[in-house]
């Protein structure tokens, strides 16, 4: 027998609507659609005065909503004995009757939402249902036919209300995704047996089961809380196209099946690649809905992790032996040929996971596999993945493989990652709050937070260590490397091709002499061949039997810190990794007067700070003294950066150092606060005080060193001095939102600005950027205007002060009378009799100098 349950999804809107439409009063002619709410008990047509239809009829419709979803079962699978239907006709009949009961309106019952409308309904008809005995299955069918007939019900009341539609815009949205997507399902679900479907279901539940968590690798976290549910942790990133002539550049990642029926798509370790795997099977397992994700509704996932599936002197497995070859624990309950039928009747996601976690001569076998399945049953959705390295571009070509990447984490994808780890692994929120406030500051940590890997990685040590992430970059990048190059394999069951298993210790050493070559040839990224000969000359020195190329590919292929940006190139992951292991090696053979004679470079400034980290005592004092008798800012500015980083020092050294620092922060003259931004940046940002450490009349030259940097580490910064209370302070931030992105400086630093200070805008995004927020006070318009422009954007009853730094339009200053609260305008540029007589009576005029004095 077919799942009762599931039959009332087999009636498709073409059936149901105009059934669910006789149960309401016809619209008059030339009626125009309702701009009010309306109880619904006035609206059903078997009720009342105007009625059109009988409560007989409303029984006819119960009946032929039986009827079809009966038909749709097919010959011979019936979930309902014949007087059973009549009885769940009956009960289905009642409840819609009961419409003419319910005392709420139809804004209210979409609001609602199908599930908890059609319990209203069933309880408002309780007692006369509660009559008719209906057994378990008969029970089910009823329900689903119910909560079927109620979604119809709901979205039919958003199409006919225009003031459902404005004021509930995503409930109606959603409505009719839900309809819409019932109906893409009975499109790709074909009759199947009963045997089929009752598998199908389980296997469904199993995917959701076996995928429906996130696991972080390789993290010294509390028992625990490495896993997390997919739904709370799983973050949208951006894939772009490596070819833009196909399209738009950049599409949500959960979005790439939607445009491409087959997808390679690479990212760097640790960018997302399984979690996308894991959302797209679970959302493609919930057969009803798949979170609005219309491609995927209604067809069957299959994920196929490389790693499992290719075994030495095993082919890779034919359709029927895919649940077998992943060790999937229903796999032995599956109908003969079931995997066949889902693929012909193009009902399949096929999730191809780590092409790159497969030794090279395997893949040629691996991409013949991919080529005859994706011909033999075309029409199905395929996603490959692979690390960029592993294989080359338009590597699937020939079967149509539109190639895409993983694009870093955004700004706001940061924060909400961190938000969300530290919900699902239980952890106070504050904690995150000041987690983030630590990684914004702290420019290593936020050049390393760009995906989930990395920012899971800052998110559980900072939990591990009780809200502190490690105080020093050593023990930062030494735990990220133990994870990358150790831990992260062994927990996965990954083994490299090459036979001699390279320790943590030697890849270490490996690592470092690649770094160090790239660091002292001012290089970011190196010839694959100089990889090559630099390992293979290591080789024997390290007691290593294999030659380069083997070394090299075991690096690339699982460090997760090494990748192939180019054909023949390499560079690190991260350029932080790079500096860690080149400084570490400089170290190791005394190479410091190469380093303190790059001091003046800005590209060699964390690797001296990270080779003070690595220095014994006697070679840290050496470095610091040395900066120290240079004598620049910028050298005082390296010395007290790297200070933090000595774990012993002679004291005379430290006080060296500090007193150095405190010749230059805190700034006393602009002129001092833009040479710190001018040769400090980074370094000078971090170590710039705190907001409650700054006061008197020289605070505001702290947050303009960070506002002339200007970074993205700047732009966090500058948000702690939001709620500063001195003016100058404010007015610095208030000039400095046209340096950072508009949209968050407005929403994180404008917005909170108490004493609505002087605020610069150049163009009509910014004055729409200021109206989202209800508008400003005090304007300078910079640069040439439109009269209609300022009219329009500028909010009249907010403005209090103008200033126009810029030439004066033909329509004169007579439009300032459109703004009834406006008391002050200052103006540059000289203006004559004519225009000043122009000027509201009671404005007050200041005339300003191109300084604004």
Known sequence: MVDPAALGARLASSVVAPLVKKLFVKEQPGAGLVAKPMRISALVSFKGEKRDVTPKDVEKVADELVRRALKAAGPGERPVEAVEALAVRNALALSLSALGT????????VALGPEEFARKLRERASISVSIIRLSADAELFYERLLHTASLHILNFFTQRSTYIARQQTAQSQQLARLVNAVDVLLERLPSQSSEDAAFEARYADYIAERHGTLTIYGLDVYAGT???????????????????????????????????????LRGVAGSGKTTLVQWLAVTAADRTYAHGLTHLVGRVPFVLPMRRIVRPGVELPIPSEFLTAVGCLVAGEQPAGWVERVLRAQRGVLLVDGMDEISEDRRTAA?????????????????????PSAVPDKWLDSTGFAELTLSPMAHDDVATFVRRWHRAAGADEAIGAAMLRTVRRASELNRLATNPLMCGMLCALHRDRRGFLPQDRKSLYQAALTMLLERRDVERGLHPSYDARLSFATQVQLLQKLAWWLIRNSRAEMDRSDAVRILGDAAPSM???????????????????????ADGRVDFLHRTFQDYLGSRLAVQELDFDLLLNHAGRAEWEDVIVL??????????????????????????????????????????????????????????????????AEVGRDLTLDLLPEPEEVGGELAYLVP???????????????????????????????????????????????????????????????????????????IQVVGAYRVEDLVELL???????????????????????????????????????????????????????????
């Open 102 to 109: 319910l005392t709420i309106d139809d804004f209210e019952a």
């Open 226 to 264: 490495s896993e997390w549910p997919l739904d709370t942790a799983y973050l949208s990133l951006e894939a772009t196209r490596e070819r833009p002539e196909e399209g738009g550049a950049q599409v949500a990642a959960e979005q790439v099946l939607a445009q491409h029926d087959h997808v390679l």
């Open 367 to 387: 991409r013949r596999w991919l080529r005859d399945l994706t011909r033999t049953f075309p029409g199905n959705l395929w996603l490959v993945t692979s690390r």
């Open 611 to 676: 080779a003070v980290a690595h220095a014994r005592p006697r070679e840290a004092e050496l470095m610091l003294r040395s900066l120290m008798e240079r004598g620049t800012a910028h050298s005082k500015l390296l010395a007290a950066a790297s200070l933090p980083y000595a774990a012993e020092l002679a004291p005379a050294v430290r006080v060296l150092v500090e007193e150095g620092l405190r010749s230059l922060l805190p700034p006393r003259t602009e002129h001092e606060a833009f040479v710190l």
């Open 543 to 565: 007691g290593l039997d294999g030659g380069g190329e083997d070394i090299y590919g075991s690096l690339l292929l699982r460090s997760g810190l090494l990748r192939e940006p």
């Open 795 to 853: 909010v009249p009853e907010q403005l209090t002060r103008i200033a126009l730094d810029a030439p004066h339009p033909v329509e004169g200053l007579g439009w300032l009378a459109a703004f009834p609260h406006l008391t002050e305008v200052d103006l540059v540029n000289a203006v004559s009799a004519d225009l000043l007589r122009q000027i509201p009576p009671g404005v007050q005029v200041n005339f300003l100098n191109q300084h604004g004095d």
């Open 704 to 778: 303009l060193v960070a506002a002339k940097i200007g970074s993205p580490a700047a732009l966090n910064y500058l948000t702690y001095f939001r709620d500063h209370p001195d003016h100058k302070v404010q007015l610095v931030l208030a000039a400095s939102w046209s340096v950072f992105d508009r949209e968050f400086y407005l929403r994180e630093v404008l917005k909170h600005l108490t004493r609505r200070p002087l605020v610069p805008v150049h163009g009509p995004e910014d004055l729409r950027a200021l109206r989202s927020i209800g508008g400003w006070p005090h």
